[in-house]
């Protein structure tokens, strides 16, 4: 028989691990959320696993394999672990407290987001998933209620059921996360890539627009089946958002954008930034060849591509390779030059005798 959650009312402890705990903040299955204080007085939130959480050997892997996700993110957009023991009894995780409502909760109060505030979302959101994506992170439950409306803006939180892969590729293949907001492929068969992260984002956004699913339906199957076959409801998203969480929603994994590419978009960018060109290359040398005096000679081949101005503006050169040394050319322009300056001289005497 399984032991249930702990109760709102049932009396919190005084200190986890050294942080005195002021209350508690929230509770689940596998663990209970409290607000305590460091030493300098600085507010944390701690979390600790369940009795029945403890003694399931995969929620204490889980249970530590959030830690290590969580660490591993860029603390700008999810709440900072600063300490956790593994080893406690209970054990715990102590991460930055970022007070403010969830996104869920922001939307069942206030109603569905629009204009700077929607598209400030999506922004912040599509950015916490790229850290969160280039830390090697697949999150797997990305959904209203993991994502913490800050002062600093919003945080995405609850690596419980993240994956840290070992290498490339699937990371995982077991079937975990929310149904409203879980990928084809999650449902189909189990398996979580960064491009299932994109389909919850999609999911989020068009909920934080519409203020419901875009998979809305009265039971779980519903839910199931029209992730797997129906078309999102994407109604309340204005152009060019409902586009692009279209595209994030796409059923074939391969066809979604990456959240780097869903970033780019919403900055304006069609394209993630490309790397910069290499400088050109110098044009080759036309090869030098011995004349054949029998043949007109060699032509320079740029010369020859250029424009009639420019051929016109510059004299034609030749190329040709030289068929003795430098050194016995010298000789020879000497010798040529001298037989020029005596034929001259015949020439001359001759015309005055």
């Not at 600790?48 to 204490?60: I, K």
């Amino acid at each position: 028989m399984s032991t249930p959650p702990p109760s709102p009312h049932d009396p919190a402890p005084e200190s986890v691990g050294g942080y005195r705990i002021l209350r508690r903040l929230g509770s689940g299955g596998q663990g209970t959320v409290y607000l305590g204080e460091d030493g300098t007085g600085a507010r944390v939130a701690v979390k600790t696993l369940t009795e029945e959480a403890m003694a399931d050997p995969g929620m204490r892997r889980r249970f530590a394999r959030e830690a290590e996700a969580a660490r591993k993110v860029a603390t700008f957009c999810t709440a900072a672990v600063v300490d956790a023991d593994m080893d406690a009894q209970p054990p715990y995780i102590v991460s930055e407290y970022v007070e403010g409502p969830t996104l869920h909760q922001r939307v069942r109060d206030r109603g569905p987001m629009s204009g700077g505030d929607l598209n400030r979302l999506a922004v912040v959101t599509a950015t916490a998933l790229v850290a969160i994506h280039e830390a090697g992170i697949v999150h797997r439950d990305l959904k209203p209620g993991n994502v913490i409306l800050g002062e600093g803006g919003a945080r995405v939180i609850d690596f419980g059921i993240a994956q840290v892969p070992s290498g490339a590729g699937t990371v995982t293949h077991s079937t975990i996360g929310t149904p409203a907001f879980m990928a084809p492929e999650q449902i189909a068969e189990g398996d979580a890539t960064p491009a299932s992260d994109v389909f919850a984002w999609g999911a989020l956004v068009a909920f934080t627009a519409g203020g419901s699913s875009p998979f809305d339906g009265p039971t779980v199957p519903t839910v199931l089946y029209k992730v797997l076959h129906a078309d999102p409801d994407l109604s309340a998203l204005p152009e060019p958002l409902r586009t692009l969480v279209g595209r994030a929603l796409a059923k074939d994994p391969a066809t979604r954008p990456t959240s780097e590419a869903l970033l780019m978009s919403l900055l304006g960018r069609a394209d993630p930034p490309a790397a910069p060109a290499p400088a050109p290359a110098p044009p080759p040398v036309p090869p030098t060849r011995v004349l054949d005096q029998a043949h007109t000679p060699a032509v320079d081949h740029r010369a020859a591509a250029a424009s009639p101005t420019e051929r016109s503006a510059r004299p034609l050169r030749l190329r040709g390779t030289p068929l003795v040394s430098a050194d016995a050319g010298g000789v020879i322009a000497g010798i040529i030059l001298l037989l020029l300056l005596v034929g001259a001289i015949v020439i001359g005497q001759g015309g005055t005798g």
